[in-house]
């Protein structure tokens, strides 16, 4: 079946830095991704929509300078949070699907961001 | 507001019994409808979904649902549960007449099998 690699499961950083996380589509064309967050006990929180090749679409509220995504190749999708703060941890988890707008989506095992 | 709800957010059963997880939605308009499973240390994984034609969907591991479009739900069910069944349930929407692919989700339910 379809894999979607996240990476890293787990990181921790400190404030300031930032951080990127990757989310790789193993065998088959991502055309479009999603990045979720989810706070504990919360449900997943849609954060962006990517089309490979385009600027990513974010939902209201999210920053798009801090939460940098780039879509540069159908295989590959990433996530900066910049200039990180406590408030950021929580875990991220991204969603890639092929073309067609019913075709299922797939999704990755997450990133958990602790920022210290 | 939340526009998907899951009422139950941990549900504890013994194997063999019988499970019902409750998911509303309210969204007027079209959707599609699906059962997401997560089990420890895993990605999401598709349990079923409905798009349209009979509302009582079949999906893997025994599990069903039936979108009662009246009453804005889709609850998961399963008459018999097993041990391995221990995972967090999301359920899911597409509003489908929107164009949007993305799927907006409830809050999960963790169901949790005792032996």
């Known amino acids: 079946g379809a894999v979607v690699s996240q990476h890293p499961s787990r990181v921790i950083c400190k404030s300031g830095t930032s951080v990127k996380i990757e989310c790789r589509s193993l065998d088959f064309q991502a055309t479009t991704m999603f990045w979720y967050r989810q706070f504990p006990k919360q449900s997943l929180m849609l954060m962006a929509t990517?089309?490979?090749?385009?600027?990513?679409?974010?939902e209201q509220g999210v920053e798009k300078d801090k939460f940098l995504i780039n879509h540069a190749s159908l295989t590959l999708s990433t996530l900066t949070v910049t200039s990180a703060h406590p408030e950021d941890s929580s875990f991220y988890i991204c969603?890639?699907?092929?073309?067609?707008?019913?075709?299922?989506?797939?999704f990755g095992n997450g990133t958990r961001l602790t920022v210290t | 507001a939340q526009s998907v709800s899951q009422h139950n957010h941990h549900v504890i059963l013994s194997e063999a019994a019988s499970l019902e997880l409750g998911c509303n939605y309210s969204?007027?308009?079209?959707?599609?409808l699906f059962w997401y499973v997560q089990y420890p240390g895993q990605h999401l994984q598709l349990l079923l979904k409905y798009f349209s034609g009979d509302p009582l969907v079949k999906g893997i591991k025994g599990f069903e649902a039936e979108f009662i479009k009246s009453k804005f739900s889709f609850n998961l069910r399963k008459p018999s549960v097993q041990w391995s069944d221990t995972a967090e349930y999301f359920c899911?929407?597409?509003?489908?007449?929107?164009?949007?692919?993305?799927?907006?989700f409830g809050s999960g339910t963790r169901l949790q099998v005792q032996p």
């Open positions: 969603s890639a699907g092929t073309g067609g707008y019913d075709s299922p989506l797939h």
């Open positions: 899911a929407v597409k509003k489908s007449d929107t164009g949007r692919r993305a799927l907006t």
């Open positions: 969204y007027g308009g079209t959707v599609n």
């Open positions: 990517s089309n490979e090749g385009s600027k990513a679409t974010y």
